[in-house]
């Protein structure tokens, strides 16, 4: 009998194989580590593809919200809020006006420790605000109406709609029902109210989108 050891959530899980079984171990191509992280989110904020810089963007708003992926994420949000609260600050943007959105669909909150190791910056939990979204809160979303083509019901939290700056921020990976995972996704199903999420994420939808 052989062993084979995935990689599984924070360990590995050890998979154990019947004699004379042949496994096939895919793996994705390495690719090359950035030298310097700070330098490449730096460059990235003041020159985005095809976009104003964010300096540009937070230039004579009153108000920002930015939207993050909840703990089932990894995205490394210590690297780059931080630098994008400061721009935006720099730009004439209060600091009290500026908030970080926990864009949970229907999951549960990240809190306490989660939230700390989500957010990854004590200096960014001690001075901006950080909430959780909550699409069970009706009074908590702007209601758009529904879609032309199928009815759906469109409610975003209110927190994201109002502000003067609306910054989604995530990954982008292959999923195994849809194509593709995150960008938009962050906003609907990220901050969408319950309503709206499971009607698209419907296995109806699932199946002729």
């Not at 975003?156 to 700056?165: M, N, S, T």
């Not at 906003?187 to 698209?200: C, L, N, Q, S, Y």
């Amino acid at each position: 009998m052989s062993t084979l050891t995935l990689s599984y959530g924070r360990g590995h899980l050890p998979i154990r194989l019947p004699a004379g079984a042949q496994a096939t171990v895919v793996r994705k191509q390495p690719l090359p580590k950035l030298t310097d992280p700070q330098a490449a989110i730096a460059r990235a904020l003041a020159q985005p593809i095809g976009a104003p810089g964010l300096a540009e963007l937070a230039r004579g708003r009153r108000s920002a919200c930015i939207l993050i992926c909840d703990i089932t994420r990894p995205v490394p949000n210590r690297l780059f809020l931080r630098p994008m609260v400061e721009t935006m600050i720099a730009s004439g943007i209060p600091l009290d006006r500026i908030s970080i959105l926990v864009a949970t669909g229907l999951h549960r909150p990240n809190l306490g420790e989660e939230l700390a190791e989500l957010v990854g910056d004590p200096w960014v939990l001690e001075h901006v605000r950080v909430d959780n979204h909550d699409a069970r809160d009706d009074s908590a979303h702007v209601d758009f109406g529904r879609t032309a083509t199928r009815g759906t019901p469109v409610k975003i939290d209110r927190q994201f709609v109002e502000a003067d700056l609306r910054i989604a921020t995530g990954l982008v990976e292959p999923h195994f029902m849809a194509g593709w995972s995150g960008g938009r996704k962050v906003i609907a199903p990220g901050v969408a109210h319950h309503e709206t999420i499971r009607t698209f994420h419907s296995a109806r939808f699932m199946e002729d989108p």
